[in-house]
């Protein structure tokens, strides 16, 4: 699997995993389940991103930066933790719950601009060759083979 294949199948798991949240929302029903839903989703949302530049998008700074991209990718990922931990802060659980779904919604359409654009370049812009190691390594990592470089420096 290349690595354009394999970010594409997990941002599909999250589009799932984030229309499965927005079903279950409107019955949540304290601010702190609300919030463990949120921190969930961050975590595993700071998780894919790591990855995602580790494996990726590094192979693409030179072309992300003179395109402008690179700037807008790092953003839009800090304005989506951004948006996750404003979720916590919420006072009420009506608005932490619209603060999540607003989140949800910011994620998803991060993900169709990167497949939309980033994936496409990478595809251009990496040998098939390599797309299909950076894949391998993308897949030993979620099958816990192997840790992503920030747990490792970590100690974990």
């Known amino acids: 699997m290349k690595i354009t294949e394999a970010i594409a199948a997990e ?3 999250f589009m799932s995993m984030f229309h499965q949240i927005e079903l279950v929302l409107p019955g ?3 601010q702190a389940e609300i919030n463990t839903i949120a921190a969930v ?4 949302l700071v998780g894919h991103a790591q990855l995602e530049t580790d494996l990726a998008f590094v192979a693409l ?3 992300l930066l003179q395109k402008g991209q690179l700037k807008t990718i790092h953003r839009e990922h800090h304005e989506m933790d951004e948006r996750l931990q404003q979720v916590q802060r919420a006072a009420t659980c009506g608005q932490g719950r619209r603060l999540l779904r607003a989140a ?3 994620s998803a359409r991060h993900f169709r601009n990167e497949e939309r654009y980033v994936l496409p370049m990478l595809e251009r812009a990496v040998k ?3 797309q299909a190691a950076m894949g391998k390594a993308f897949t030993r ?3 816990g083979k ?8 970590l100690g974990g």
């Not at 192997?146 to 420096?153: I, V």
Request: glycine share 6%; proline share 7%; net charge negative.
């Open 11 to 13: 941002h599909a798991t």
């Open 28 to 30: 949540v029903k304290s």
């Open 41 to 44: 989703v961050a975590g595993l």
């Open 61 to 63: 700074d030179h072309a």
């Open 104 to 106: 949800l919604r910011a």
């Open 128 to 130: 098939p060759e390599d």
């Open 141 to 143: 990592i979620r099958g």
């Open 146 to 153: 192997a840790k992503p470089r920030e747990e490792q420096e």
